[in-house]
């Protein structure tokens, strides 16, 4: 007997290999091959159909249920904002000019529900309550101004709190990780808080743009979930 038919007898194919030359064992090969690849591409084809039929009807149930605030469409037909909102990016932007001044409102989407409250006994978490956003004051021709960090808070008198206010001198400042972001607000002068409240709400903050940051976050949030749910689809039926 040659070496080769020792060696698959070794492998544990002795009754194929005594009488089987080495053309027959590689026709056996592929054959073999073959038939144990079928099983796995029947098998991503059924899984494939049964995905892309769920988000169809997942995309059903969304654009059926999906309906934007009303307060999104008045607030926008009557503000100086202009709003900045793209397909595929979770941020968005209030912006308007002041003067010389640039006054950019930026927030990010948020899902309408906590899942820690659902884990804590909860049928399905609490309804959104709050949005952090970012209110930047800046200069055309320096670059210079001040940043307040603030988030959304329920209440009919003050519909925001704010956590720090940055100054920066430049546009690298401003953006740098390693920059201070300056003191609590809490912890500074009542009078520069109250003087630092009267300027924001001449710059056009009050409790309309709170609301429309909420309504926003949650309305992005749930256009970007329909959109992700389309692309998948897509990408599953090409």
């Not at 007898?9 to 290999?17: E, F, H, T």
């Not at 469409?73 to 100086?80: Q, R, V």
């Not at 640039?102 to 609490?126: H, K």
């Not at 206010?165 to 690298?172: L, W």
Request: charged share 30%; proline share 2%.
């Amino acid at each position: 007997m040659s070496a080769f038919p020792r060696l698959l007898q070794a492998a544990g194919c002795r009754r194929l290999v005594t009488c089987a030359s080495a053309g027959q064992v590689k026709a056996f090969s592929r054959t073999a091959s073959f038939a144990f690849s079928q099983p796995s591409r029947s098998f991503a084809s059924a899984a494939t159909s049964k995905v892309v039929k769920t988000l169809r009807a997942e995309i059903k149930h969304e654009e059926e249920q999906y309906e934007q605030a009303k307060e999104i469409k008045s607030f926008l037909a009557k503000s100086e904002f202009k709003l900045v909102d793209s397909d595929g990016d979770v941020n968005m932007v209030l912006e308007r000019e002041l003067d010389d001044k640039v006054l950019r409102i930026e927030w990010q989407l948020t899902s309408p529900f906590d899942p820690s409250a659902e884990m804590e006994g909860g049928e399905e978490g609490y309804e959104h309550e709050a949005t952090d956003f970012c209110i930047t004051v800046e200069s055309k021709t320096s670059s210079a101004g001040l940043s307040f960090y603030c988030s959304t808070q329920t209440g009919e008198d003050h519909r925001f709190v704010i956590g720090n206010v940055k100054s920066f001198s430049s546009v690298e400042e401003k953006d740098s990780v390693n920059g201070f972001n300056g003191p609590e607000f809490e912890d500074i002068d009542e009078k520069l808080q109250e003087a630092f409240d009267e300027f924001l709400a001449e710059a056009g903050m009050n409790n309309e743009v709170c609301d429309f940051i909420d309504a926003m976050a949650l309305d992005k949030e749930q256009r970007e979930y329909i959109r992700w749910l389309n692309n998948s689809m897509k990408f599953l039926e090409s």
